[in-house]
């Protein structure tokens, strides 16, 4: 069972305008969500998070949306680059399980100039 | 810098071949992991390891083993290599159970 949904495989974005990413999880065990960025031929990397006792995370033109009573999170940037095409994946982790991440199966992101 | 070297960036092997799949970092992290990315799956974890010769399996642990004889090297083992093996494996390093995860480039792994 996929406990980290990310139902779109993939999302168009015109520069300067705004990218959402979804991401919807089952287990209300988790405590910590996070979201990495891959570029082709390489690793993943990590770009936010958030603790499940916040709602907001905020870093520059990435911001991070916990709902938990609806056990979803979105990503969004603002503005769009082309330099943000990327897969970008959304991860969770319980506490206490050695940092286990359980991982969504990624939404391809390509922001046209 | 923070670093996590994989020994090949493409591998290509026959069914029931043993395989080893190498993972360094230089950042003194406590936590290594292997993971397996493929499309439609994301990434699954396989095994990871929070010490020195301690193992944990993942969600995927099934046809792999892992070696960790050094704090710096974590070694992925397929025991005898098959089709459904075929992925993209990619090992991963943070400082304690908490903290973030660094991801070397990934071996791009074929078996024939």
């Known amino acids: 069972d996929q406990q980290v949904k990310q139902n779109s495989p993939s999302l168009s974005v015109q520069e300067g305008r705004i990218s959402i990413l979804n991401c919807d999880y089952t287990?209300?065990?988790?405590?910590?969500f996070l979201w990495y960025k891959k570029y082709p031929a390489e690793g993943p990397t990590f770009l936010i998070s958030?603790?499940?006792?916040?709602d907001k995370n905020e870093d520059g033109r990435f911001t991070v949306f916990l709902n938990k009573s609806a056990k979803h999170l979105s990503l969004h940037i603002v503005p769009s680059q082309p330099g943000d095409s990327a897969v970008y994946f959304c991860?969770?982790?319980?506490?206490?399980?050695?940092?286990?991440?359980?991982f969504g199966q990624g939404t391809e992101l390509s922001v046209k100039p | 810098d923070v670093k996590v070297t994989q020994s090949s960036r493409y591998l290509v092997k026959r069914t029931g071949e043993k395989v080893f799949l190498e993972c360094v970092q230089d950042m003194d992290h406590e936590n290594m992991f292997w993971y397996r990315q493929d499309p439609g799956l994301g990434l699954r974890l396989i095994y990871f390891?929070?010490?020195?010769?301690?193992?944990e399996k993942g969600d995927i642990p099934e046809g792999y083993s892992v070696s960790r004889e050094k704090k710096e090297r974590f070694s992925l083992i397929l025991e005898s290599a098959s089709t459904n093996q075929t992925s993209m494996y990619l090992c991963a390093s943070s400082l304690t159970s908490m903290s973030e995860q660094f991801f070397g480039p990934g071996t791009r792994l074929t078996v024939l």
């Open positions: 991860a969770a982790r319980i506490y206490n399980q050695g940092g286990k991440l359980i």
């Open positions: 390891s929070y010490d020195v010769k301690m193992k």
């Open positions: 958030i603790s499940s006792i916040k």
């Open positions: 287990n209300s065990m988790f405590d910590y």
